[in-house]
């Protein structure tokens, strides 16, 4: 099955991805953005799917059950639901910082919390 069919197969669009890679930073940070980047999409997509506060752990960990269930492995959907709670915390972290609400997060604002590390 193609990735054009399923639009949650891959939550970061080709724009996002170029935009990432056209940035001068180094290969590690780049590849720490696209993380971020990507975990940032899914709790956008949890939350606009449940209009709830994405960061409510049943519907993160209700998210990745049913993710897992594609690959019928309840090790993935824990070690899913692990990072994903552990990258939402920072985000929300990052984003009181900065005065921001978590969904309003964008790349630019990523590359702060890349370099800072």
């Known amino acids: 099955m193609s990735n054009h069919l399923d639009p ?5 669009n080709i724009e996002i991805i170029q935009e990432i890679e ?3 930073l180094p290969i590690m940070q780049k590849h720490h953005l696209r993380i971020l980047a990507h975990c940032l999409q899914i709790l956008k997509i949890i939350s606009e799917e449940n209009s ?3 960061q409510n752990k049943n ?8 993710q897992s269930k594609k690959f019928d492995d309840k090790k993935f ?14 985000l929300s972290t990052f984003s009181k ?4 609400n978590i969904e309003d997060l964008e790349i ?9 590390r």
């Open 22 to 24: 056209n940035l001068d």
């Open 77 to 90: 959907s824990d070690l899913f639901y692990e990072q994903l709670e552990s990258i939402s915390k920072k």
């Open 8 to 12: 949650f197969s891959n939550p970061l």
């Open 52 to 54: 709830f506060e994405y």
């Open 108 to 116: 630019d604002d990523l590359v702060l919390l890349v370099e800072q």
């Open 59 to 66: 519907l993160l960990k209700e998210w990745c059950d049913n």
């Open 97 to 100: 910082k900065i005065g921001k």
